[in-house]
């Protein structure tokens, strides 16, 4: 992609690299877990990208199929339309670390966020809000677990708050 295709794409050229290095390594992460080689050509690639990035995200499909060797790139910003589901549970120890004495009232307060909630949460990185008995607290999301489950016949892999889903079917006519 030429310096002036990725600035009218939507950012700058060391922006689109970036990002595309970004999901290059979430892509090579799915790509081990479903022992798909590198080498080996995919049709299509998913990404679900928080809002801000979708513009970059889009700019950067040149880049990111090479460097991914995917056919094609699609690029949602809606857990919805993504092929896997997100659960974020409540880690009792990183909590029990985070509120000592009072982990249990967190802990009972704490609930697990699912879909695009779970993912929201994700990718801003804000804290989320629990009110207990003793008060109110914010419970950092580091103190949360990610579960991804994906679809039948994919394999998903993230890199700080970028999701990419491969199809883990490999056709020898790529």
């Known amino acids: 992609m030429t310096q002036a295709a990725s600035v009218k794409a939507g950012g700058?050229?060391?922006?689109?690299?970036?990002?595309?290095l970004k999901v290059e390594e979430a892509c090579n992460?799915?790509?081990t877990r479903a022992r798909l080689k590198r080498r080996w050509p995919l049709r299509k690639l998913v990404l679900l990208?928080?809002?801000?990035?979708?513009?970059?995200?889009?700019g950067a499909r040149g880049t990111i199929a090479s460097l991914c060797n995917v056919k094609g790139v699609s690029v949602s910003t809606k857990?919805?339309?993504?092929?896997?589901?997100?659960?974020?549970r409540p880690n009792t120890a990183r909590i029990g670390a985070l509120f000592k004495e009072r982990t249990r009232t967190v802990m009972a307060s704490a609930r697990s966020l699912e879909g695009s909630t779970a993912v929201r949460t994700v990718q801003t990185g804000r804290?989320?809000?629990?009110?207990?008995?003793?008060?109110?607290?914010?419970?950092?999301?580091?103190?949360?677990e990610l579960t991804i489950v994906p679809s039948e016949g994919y394999e998903v892999g993230e890199k700080e708050g970028v999701f990419v889903a491969l199809i883990k079917n490999r056709e020898s006519r790529l």
């Open 49 to 58: 990208v928080p809002p801000g990035s979708a513009q970059v995200a889009r």
């Open 12 to 20: 700058r050229p060391e922006e689109t690299v970036d990002f595309a």
């Open 29 to 31: 992460s799915a790509r």
């Open 79 to 88: 857990a919805e339309k993504f092929p896997a589901t997100f659960t974020l």
């Open 127 to 144: 804290p989320v809000s629990v009110s207990t008995t003793a008060g109110h607290a914010e419970v950092p999301v580091a103190a949360y």
